[in-house]
């Protein structure tokens, strides 16, 4: 299932660029590390053992295909069709384990006995603690100590798989800080260690690589819209963007089906000039962060400015490069949606649909409310995980209005 190599304007060029974006700005000592993985990791990830060896893994532990789900309800409310593809379902509760279970595949080919990684909402911690304990490697995992606090139930978790968890605390100890850390934790240990990166961000190949393996959203989304409607094409696809790899998958195989628009949700936080916001595309302008160049939401003097999210997987100040190009060019509409229009609507999909979104996940569901798609149009909502990491932020902000 990971996709032959195509040559598209929305494909990685062979020096790892996304038109301007892209790159792999890397210190000196990683540069071994990074060559061995550019060098090789197609020719690895699209041989026939290993494609078998995932899809097994996607199949028999991750629980894939995950369902493409007519919401009734919502559907109703909107005056339109609404399909939510279920990522929420995925063991451990998340798109991301579809990237960690390729990238320890990778680690084990390239004779790595050691993982790090870093981590937000916790998710691809958790992912990643998960296919280590699946594959007997050791686990390092770091994460901002403000994230530390606000998802506690997937701290537990991580420790419970075997993984090490390690604080950041520069910054805004969020993900911005724990990737900076992971990365120097990479660079003190290149021979034995791979780092798995969570989203479509780093150095090339890793924006490359994460795609290829999220892909699998929309390789169903085609197959399973086109049993249920009799086309493989949706009008519109919506996903949420932290650094973007939920949106990557869900978008991949419709880049170039120039019918299906396609619509990234960034955080706004407390609103776009609210100085507490995520919206990388509507604030940021290129620069470089963690190994490439993209969109980056910066001082006039080029520091990286805070960002702000009530949601962890979405508290980062840039974006993959491959969505910086599709902003860019055009090809898909950045859109960003505030921490209270994303609590709405995680209360709304948890009361219509019986399914309680994660925080990330409500900010695609909230742009429902402006998309005025037409009643025969289909809608495809990447529904990227699930909310149980969420509760205390959920009870904690509407308080008194859960308790009827
Ligand atoms: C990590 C995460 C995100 C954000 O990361 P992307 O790389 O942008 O997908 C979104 N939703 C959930 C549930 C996550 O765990």
Redesign the pocket.
């Known amino acids: 299932m990971i996709p032959e190599t195509i040559t598209s304007p929305f494909q990685v060029d062979e020096k790892g660029y996304y038109g301007q974006f892209g790159g792999a700005y890397i210190p000196e000592l990683l540069y071994p590390n990074i060559a061995e993985l550019a060098e090789n990791y197609l020719r690895y990830i699209q041989s026939p053992d290993f494609q078998e060896e995932f899809n097994n893994l996607l199949r028999d532990y991750v629980g894939r295909p995950t369902p493409l789900y007519f919401a009734s309800r919502l559907s109703e409310k909107y005056n339109t069709r609404v399909y939510l593809k279920r990522?929420?379902l995925c063991h451990t509760?998340?798109?991301?384990i579809n990237n960690t279970i390729g990238q320890i595949l990778l680690a084990k080919r390239l004779g790595k006995r050691k993982i790090v990684a870093e981590t937000?909402?916790g998710?691809?911690g958790v992912a990643t603690a998960t296919v280590c304990a699946l594959m007997g490697l050791d686990c390092i995992v770091y994460m901002g100590a403000v994230d530390i606090e606000r998802q506690a139930p997937n701290v537990a978790r991580m420790r419970m798989l075997g993984a090490e968890v390690r604080a950041a605390m520069s910054g805004s100890r969020t993900l911005k800080d724990a990737t900076n850390e992971a990365m120097r934790h990479w660079i003190n240990n290149p021979t034995d260690t791979h780092y798995i990166i969570?989203?479509?961000v780093g150095p090339h190949p890793y924006p490359d690589m994460v795609a290829r393996f999220q892909s699998v959203i929309s390789t169903e989304i085609r197959r399973q819209l086109a049993e249920k409607t009799g086309s493989e094409l949706p009008d519109y696809v919506l996903?949420?963007?932290?650094?973007?790899?939920?949106?990557?998958g869900a978008f991949y195989h419709f880049m170039d089906e120039p019918s299906v628009k396609l619509i990234a949700l960034e955080a706004a936080g407390k609103g776009v000039n609210s100085g507490h916001s995520a919206a990388t595309t509507a604030l940021g302008k290129p620069g470089i962060l963690h190994g490439s160049k993209s969109l980056l939401m910066q001082s006039p003097d080029g520091q990286v400015i805070e960002p702000y999210s009530i949601s962890a997987?979405?508290d980062y100040p840039g974006i993959?490069p491959l969505h910086a190009h599709l902003f860019t060019t055009g090809r898909a509409t950045f859109v960003p949606v505030t921490d209270e229009e994303a609590m709405e609507a995680g209360l709304l999909c948890s009361r219509l649909e019986g399914i309680i979104p994660?925080i990330?996940?409500a900010h695609a569901l909230a742009y429902l409310e402006k998309l005025n798609a037409a009643p025969d149009e289909t809608v495809i909502i990447c529904l990227?995980?699930?909310g149980d990491k969420d509760l205390q932020t959920y009870i904690n902000w509407f308080g008194d209005r859960l308790k009827k």
């Open positions: 990522e929420d509760g998340a798109h991301k937000g909402a998710q691809h969570g989203s479509v996903a949420c963007v932290g650094g973007g790899s939920n949106a990557a997987g979405l993959g994660a990330e996940t990227s995980g699930r």
